[in-house]
């Protein structure tokens, strides 16, 4: 199985910063299937970026995903208010499918 | 835009079975990949299973001995069973659209999610 370790475990900001989620894998995957979703408290995960960089439908090009290997980055360029959620990675390169535990954006 | 609804008994009591269904409208059930993921509360995302409109299914290996996975596509719904249910096993559980990609697929829409909490 293979395991997603998330950090930081939370990320303080204000609106209108960068953010900046790290993503690494216990071995390597292709890039093509790796996954960042959002999720805000009472509502299901969203979809944000798949294959590692491509943005899902409607989502905001402030939203950028990057990465290869073991090491992926979700990067939001200038926080939103809407923006403040948790923010899961998911590998669907080999089953089972696996997320990592979630890196929260708080406001500071 | 299609649009995915959990159904099922909010509570049910240890050492009993789990039955969710998921009902698909906005869109056919042939083509993608349908999946359970679970929540507990305050927790992270757990995978559960896959079953595809042809009938073919994939379990996570923790759960596996556990759960039935299966699809009705004359109704348009895919439903999950667990049986032996534990407290371990309360959380939100969501059904979910997999949109394919070459040798696999991702989570692209998702329902609203369903409470199950298991309790004597």
């Known amino acids: 199985e293979i395991v997603l370790t998330q950090s930081p475990g939370t990320l303080s900001l204000s609106p209108g910063e960068r953010a900046t989620l790290s993503c690494r894998a216990s071995q390597s995957i292709s890039s093509r299937y790796l996954a960042w979703y959002q999720q805000k408290p009472g509502q299901p995960p969203r979809l944000l970026i798949y294959?590692?960089?491509s943005r899902a439908t409607g989502i905001p090009d402030r939203f950028s995903g990057s990465g290869s290997g073991t090491d992926f980055t979700l990067t939001i360029s200038r926080l939103e208010p809407e923006d403040f959620a948790v923010y899961y990675c998911?590998?669907?390169?080999?089953?089972?499918?696996?997320f990592g535990q979630g890196t929260k954006v708080e406001i500071k | 835009q299609v649009q995915l609804q959990e159904s099922g008994p909010g509570l049910v009591k240890p050492s009993e079975t789990l039955s969710l269904t998921c009902s698909v409208s906005?869109?056919?059930?042939?083509?993608?990949?349908w999946s359970w993921i679970r929540q507990p509360p305050g927790k992270g995302l757990e995978w559960i299973a896959y079953v595809h409109h042809s009938g073919s299914t994939d379990y996570n290996p923790s759960l596996k001995s556990r759960i039935t996975i299966s699809v009705d596509t004359s109704k348009n719904q895919f439903s999950l069973k667990m049986n032996s249910v534990t407290t371990a096993d309360t959380a939100v559980y969501f059904c979910v659209r997999g949109q394919p990609v070459t040798g696999s697929y991702y989570f692209d829409s998702w329902g609203q999610g369903t409470l199950v909490t298991v309790s004597s």
């Open positions: 998911q590998q669907y390169a080999n089953s089972p499918w696996t």
């Open positions: 906005g869109g056919s059930i042939n083509t993608y990949f």
């Open positions: 294959g590692a960089s």
